[in-house]
């Protein structure tokens, strides 16, 4: 009775919260917990095929949701957490939304994204069939510490999910320890050629994780991602079970995997990474990956994932929360060579990290000035962001406590197209700030 009284309780915080215009993505679910804590213990015998689950810093949501719309494509039924809450209170939240007023829920498979912190949490109540870890940096480190506290975490999580099939990055040293795990039955996905320039990158991983040796790149394609190799122990890169090559980053992007020719409307270097870990893990679970580009037609990038809305010019909306990411979405914006406006927000809220030390580890000095129009800075960090673009020696242009004084700037002058680069609590403020300015125009 009290499971039931648990979901029931969630649906109509659920109601409530969307009546109100919130997202109800987790408070719903931490509520229920709250009257029966063993809420989703039961995933595993409501599910009829698989619980695949998707943790690592970089990449995660998009992979599960990847995951989740080729399944949903192939006719399934999935329970998945899209919003990206990814704590068991987020896990909870999308089980009582999926179950029905009596508190059964019937599906086919679980796409589960997992905060790594809350892997050995989740794995007590859900063990997973196949897990997913796309790669691992440093990110918040006033929550998580140094990157080594992440790996006893995961290790101790896999240790906990029993037998399970995991589905690892070849190319970084840091997830493919994990397939040295005695229950780990590891698959690997990677990239086998030199794609991007092997210019100077901040490589996080650089050090052997077995000897602590200082490990060799014959190439690598951002951070520790790459061909790697410690030549004291023998600890290297394992040849993928599931390769990609022939790399086009025109749009649309063109590759291979195991030969079969791909092409896909994506921006940025680092989806090929997600895309390969979905056409992995579905030919894990046993489901077949010919029609893999049709079976991602429907797919819809969940909010600021190079989210693109359309002014009088283009404006693209990419979360970037950590060192790593925010060299990609560099990467990926230097790409673009229209003329830009670049507008980056950062805040320190706690779902951001206090500690904005990581910002001296982005590599901002790279954003390419001859396609930059202008740079304007926001956020509750803006003198801290502002004064590393002085230490990168890059001018700023406007710096304003206001995003839609920003984003008004942006859309009068000159510019052809606006990226606006922002950290975790910056993204949905933002998001509102887009869809006001856009209603505004409708309407006039």
């Not at 919260?17 to 993505?25: H, L």
């Not at 007590?124 to 080594?148: A, V």
């Not at 990956?289 to 909306?317: A, C, S, W």
């Not at 779902?351 to 580890?361: H, Q, T």
């Amino acid at each position: 009775m009290r499971r039931l009284i648990a979901i029931w309780a969630g649906k109509l915080l659920t109601a409530a919260g969307r009546i109100a215009g919130k997202k109800s993505s987790a408070s719903p679910g931490a509520f229920a917990l709250k009257i029966y804590p063993g809420l989703v213990s039961d995933v595993n015998k409501r599910i009829k095929k698989k619980v695949i689950v998707t943790c690592g810093t970089n990449g995660k949501t998009t992979t599960n949701n990847l995951m989740c719309s080729a399944l949903e494509a192939k006719g399934y039924k999935v329970l998945c957490n899209r919003l990206g809450a990814n704590m068991l209170s987020g896990i909870a939240t999308s089980y009582i939304q999926a179950a029905d007023i009596f508190g059964r829920l019937s599906a086919d498979y679980a796409c589960l994204e997992i905060d790594e912190a809350y892997t050995p949490i989740v794995f007590k109540q859900i063990k997973p069939d196949i897990m997913i870890i796309t790669n691992l940096f440093r990110d918040q480190l006033d929550r998580y510490g140094e990157i080594d506290i992440t790996i006893d975490i995961l290790k101790r999580a896999i240790s906990e999910a029993g037998e399970v099939k995991t589905v690892l990055n070849a190319d970084d040293p840091l997830c493919v320890q994990f397939g040295r795990e005695k229950n780990a039955h590891p698959v690997y996905y990677g990239i086998s050629e030199k794609v991007l320039p092997q210019t100077d990158d901040t490589k996080e991983g650089r050090f052997c994780p077995i000897c602590g040796e200082e490990l060799k790149f014959s190439y690598y394609h951002y951070s520790q991602l790459g061909d790697f190799k410690c030549e004291k122990c023998g600890y290297s890169r394992p040849r993928p079970d599931y390769e990609v090559r022939n790399v086009s980053l025109r749009s649309p992007m063109k590759f291979t995997i195991n030969g079969a020719p791909l092409s896909v409307n994506y921006k940025g270097f680092y989806n090929i990474y997600n895309l390969a870990a979905v056409y992995a893990a579905l030919d894990a679970a046993g489901e077949g990956t010919d029609d893999f580009e049709r079976l991602l037609e429907n797919y819809k990038p969940q909010i600021g994932r190079m989210q693109e809305f359309m002014f009088n010019k283009p404006v693209i909306l990419s979360l970037s929360k950590n060192p790593a990411g925010f060299n990609q979405a560099i990467a990926t914006v230097n790409t673009d060579e229209r003329k830009k406006d670049v507008i980056i927000a950062i805040n320190d809220l706690a779902n951001d990290g206090r500690d904005v030390s990581w910002l001296w580890d982005v590599d901002f000095h790279k954003i390419k000035n001859d396609s930059l129009n202008r740079l304007i800075t926001t956020g509750i960090r803006v003198y801290d962001i502002s004064l590393r673009f002085k230490y990168a020696d890059i001018a700023v242009d406007m710096m304003t406590d206001s995003m839609k004084q920003a984003v008004r700037s942006a859309l009068e002058d000159d510019s052809e197209a606006v990226y606006i680069l922002v950290n975790y609590t910056a993204l949905y403020p933002t998001e509102a700030v887009l869809k006001s300015l856009e209603g505004g125009k409708q309407n006039g």
